[in-house]
């Protein structure tokens, strides 16, 4: 069984920072991919930011220059840190990981959380 936990976000106002994490657990071999996604209402999800197991990154244009994913292979954590944040940030934020687990390979989803920018 493997479980992500998500900590973070919350109310900010325009212009401020929020961090996030989520931390994998469970009978993990390794962990791939690990992403952040978010929902804004009415809208589709859309990926925000991915960093693979060599640290290599992709961010969303919208992001790109005010927030960083970065993770620590030891704990099988990923983290995203959201600065300069704007109301079109506002969204439910959802932690997604590939793992690979007794020799199959799958995709988890953290439970969300949400991230409210007040303008």
């Known amino acids: 069984q493997v479980q992500l936990v998500e900590s973070g976000g919350g109310l900010v106002q325009a212009g401020g920072s929020l961090s996030l994490s989520c931390a994998a657990s469970?009978?993990?071999?390794?962990?791939?991919?690990m992403a952040w996604f978010r929902q804004a209402p009415g809208k589709q999800r859309e990926l925000v930011a991915a960093v693979s197991s060599g640290g290599s990154t992709n961010y969303a244009d919208s992001v790109k220059g005010r927030f960083t994913i970065s993770r620590d292979n030891a704990k099988n954590t990923v983290f995203l840190q959201m600065n300069s944040l704007r109301p079109e940030d506002t969204g439910f934020y959802s932690c997604?990981?590939?793992?690979?687990?007794?020799?199959?390979?799958?995709?988890?989803w953290g439970q969300g959380t949400q991230v409210t920018v007040s303008s």
């Open positions: 997604y990981a590939r793992i690979i687990a007794l020799e199959k390979v799958y995709d988890y």
């Open positions: 469970g009978s993990i071999f390794s962990v791939n991919t």
